[in-house]
Nanobody, 123 residues
Framework: QVQLVESGGGLVQAGDSLRLSCSAS?????MGWFRQAPGKEREFVAS????????YYADFVKGRFTISRDNAKKSLFLQMNSLKPEDTAVYYC???????????????????WGQGTQVTVSS
């Protein structure tokens, strides 16, 4: 059983940056970030392979967000730049049992989830 704890959310203005962190209680394989806005379904944001060598992004964050990880510290990060009001959501960290070099972009592909951290972007 792996526990995930996100941190780093907050209230920022459009154009600002935030860095989300996710701390894992144990070893993890491929990981990802999802988000859920009020009244909407949870959606894929980005994922990263266990080695950190390959990353995947949703089209709406390409060029603005960067996913990374530090396996020695059992941590996952999401650097978010040029934030927009439509980025407002609860952001979730997730860990998969897969270590294949593939894009994992659906909820069912992840076994462990954090409790989420709120990101609010004002215009």
């Amino acid at each position: 059983q792996v526990q995930l704890v996100e941190s780093g959310g907050g209230l920022v203005q459009a154009g600002d940056s935030l860095r989300l962190s996710c701390s894992a209680s144990g070893r993890t394989w491929n990981m990802g970030w999802f988000r859920q806005a009020p009244g909407k379904e949870r959606e894929f944001v980005a994922s990263i392979t266990w080695s950190g060598s390959t990353t995947y992004y949703a089209d709406f964050v390409k060029g603005r967000f960067t996913i990374s990880r530090d396996n020695a510290k059992k941590s996952l990060f999401l650097q978010m730049n040029s934030l927009k009001p439509e980025d407002t959501a609860v952001y979730y960290c997730a860990a998969s049992d897969s270590f294949a070099t593939i894009r994992l972009s659906t909820i069912r592909e992840y076994r462990y989830w954090g409790q989420g951290t709120q990101v609010t972007v004002s215009s």
